[in-house]
């Protein structure tokens, strides 16, 4: 890889700072050994979440001056849904203020006690969302998932013969097919267009409808546009078009690719799905011209969009993923390959081969990583539904990684060769690590409150 030179440059600058390692001992344990509970001044490179932390433009801070704050027919609500049915090609756009928000009214429209949503992968609130309505969410991903050394390149596709499978058992109780575009569950791995038609044909052929969770479509759209060869020179515009073009509508978490600290949207090609949704958007969100959000938060969004889609950035930040991936695996640990859009997924077994599952590794690693080096990492062990090819047979599996998602435009080379130096470090020392174990769990939502001490 040439040298990453970032295409933009810093006109802000926020003071990070590293504690002590005494500091950083002490501030691990005072937060139960969880990076949940670390206030972000104790750390020194956040890896923990790419979801509204990346870094405005010179032109979304510009454009948050023009906001309209008026409560109806804002007209930071006009640009907004302009750019917004420009880019998903949608006509109906019903603004929220983040991607939960949108889940919470598609859910209630659509699912019904019983129902079965198929899906590549859920995210962990739409999968939540999902079962507070009784229903089911399978996760129709290839097993290939679990491989973490399985180097084919769309490795967030659907594997046609478990939605094939599970809509011939269960089509009737299909309320929609979800592609996710993509997802931090599935190691960050993209979806190719030619999944996307595969899967818009079994649906026409159930008569199910299919929709998007839209929250990473850029980067989507990027490996597409440098994986498929009918789409080489495309531009990223055209490709998220197309993608769209096989659904009846999506829903973003706007503080992913299109780079705002807070917001997010739903979009239907149906006028009177639409309706039904902004119903429920006054109960919950606001009136449809604001949908919990400031007038600024609109024009930022706006602007955002559109830059998340730019070629160049696309490529730095995709770029920056892979050489981050490559530095780690040259510290002799294992990530998930090819290296997907907002992050790099490591495979904790690969540090503490001596740690069983019950030894909790995923939290050895973070709390090694904060300690070593001031680094907040996520991950976890995320249980989930899956069909099994042999039996046809909805079965629960779980999956667990470790997590460096990459905040958009906010660190430098420089920060990502550090945070591979405390990987090897963590790495030559791991076998010391005895392992975790859980010492408080509430029952609702337990893994934001989870608490841990060591072995
Ligand atoms: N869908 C996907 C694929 C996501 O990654 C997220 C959030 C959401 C929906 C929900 O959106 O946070 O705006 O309510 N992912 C964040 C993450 C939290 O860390 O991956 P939200």
Redesign the pocket.
């Known amino acids: 890889l040439a040298a990453l030179a970032e295409p933009y440059r810093i006109k802000v600058a926020e003071q990070i700072r590293l504690l002590s390692r005494p500091e950083r001992e002490e501030v691990l344990a005072a937060a139960h050994y969880s990076g949940i509970h670390i206030d972000a001044a104790d750390v020194f490179i956040d890896l923990?979440?790419?979801?509204?932390t990346g870094a405005m433009s010179s032109e979304q801070w510009a454009a948050l001056m023009r906001g309209d704050e008026s409560y109806f027919g804002s007209r930071s609500y006009q640009r907004f849904e302009t750019v917004s049915r420009e880019i998903t090609g949608y006509p109906h756009i019903v603004p929220t203020h983040?991607?939960?928000?949108?889940?919470k009214i598609i859910t209630e429209l659509l699912v019904r006690p019983g129902d079965v949503v198929l899906s590549n992968?859920?995210?962990?609130?739409?999968r939540g969302h999902i079962l507070h309505r009784q229903g089911v969410p399978v996760d129709c991903i290839g097993d290939w998932l679990w491989d973490f050394g399985d180097e084919r390149e769309f490795k967030g596709n659907f594997d046609l013969k478990k939605l094939e499978l599970a809509l011939a058992r269960h089509h009737s109780r299909v309320p929609f097919i979800l592609i996710?575009v993509?997802?931090?569950?599935a190691c960050s791995s993209p979806v190719s267009m030619q999944n996307i038609r595969e899967v818009k044909s079994l649906a026409d052929r159930y008569g199910v409808k299919v929709m998007f969770?839209a929250?990473?479509l850029a980067e989507n759209a990027y490996f597409i546009q440098q994986g498929e060869p009918e789409f080489s020179g495309v531009s990223i515009q055209d490709i998220v078009l197309e993608m769209f073009s096989y659904g009846d509508g999506c829903?973003m978490?706007?503080?992913?690719d299109a780079i705002v600290n807070?917001?997010?949207f739903c979009a239907f090609r149906d006028e009177s799905l639409a309706m039904r949704a902004k119903e429920l958007l006054v109960l919950y969100e606001g009136y449809p011209t604001y949908g919990g959000l400031a007038g600024r938060d609109l024009e930022a969004m706006a602007v955002g969009l559109r830059e998340g889609l730019d070629q160049e950035y696309l490529a730095h930040r995709i770029r920056q993923a892979a050489y981050l991936g490559r530095l780690i695996t040259e510290a002799d640990v294992s990530v998930s390959r090819p290296v997907g859009g907002?992050g790099v997924f490591v495979d904790v077994r690969s540090i503490y081969p001596h740690l069983s599952a019950e030894q909790l590794p995923t939290v050895a690693f973070a709390a090694d990583m904060f300690l070593e080096g001031g680094v907040r990492v996520?991950g976890a062990l995320f249980p989930m539904k899956t069909v099994d090819i042999g039996s046809g047979n909805i079965v629960d599996r779980s999956f667990e990684f470790s997590?460096l998602?990459i905040p958009r435009r906010t660190y430098t080379q420089g920060h990502l060769e550090y945070v591979a130096d405390i990987v090897a470090r963590v790495k030559s020392k791991a076998s010391e690590n005895m392992g975790y174990r859980v010492t408080y769990m509430p029952e609702t939502m337990g893994h934001f409150f989870v608490r841990f001490a060591p072995v």
């Open positions: 923990m979440t790419d979801s509204g983040q991607g939960r928000a949108a889940e992968t859920h995210f962990d609130t739409t996710t993509l997802n931090n569950m969770d929250c990473r829903w978490s706007a503080k992913k807070i917001g997010g907002s996520g997590r998602a």
